[in-house]
């Protein structure tokens, strides 16, 4: 389960779709270098993205591994 406190790298590497998901969102994580260290709920935050429909989203991904 993808929670706030989730590393935007792994969520990127557990689910394939996340990039699209995170892009949707107005997000362009996967080619940030704060992608690495920088949580869900801080990502987020910086873009003024709904958490809680983000979280909902990313959740509903199948995991790739």
Same mark, same amino acid.
């Given at each position: &389960?993808?929670? $706030? /406190?989730?590393?935007?790298? +792994? +969520?990127?590497?557990?689910?394939?779709? !996340? $990039? /699209? +998901?995170?892009?949707?969102? @107005? &997000?362009?994580?996967? @080619?940030? &270098? @704060?992608? =690495?260290? #920088?949580?869900? !709920?801080? =990502? !987020?935050?910086?873009? @003024? +993205?709904?958490?809680? !429909?983000?979280? =909902? #989203?990313?959740?509903?991904? $199948?995991? /790739? $591994?």
């Amino acid at each position: &389960m993808i929670t $706030k /406190e989730t590393p935007i790298i +792994v +969520v990127l590497r557990s689910h394939i779709q !996340a $990039k /699209e +998901v995170l892009v949707s969102h @107005g &997000m362009s994580c996967s @080619g940030c &270098m @704060g992608s =690495a260290t #920088e949580t869900i !709920a801080n =990502a !987020a935050k910086i873009h @003024g +993205v709904n958490i809680d !429909a983000l979280l =909902a #989203e990313l959740n509903s991904l $199948k995991s /790739e $591994k």
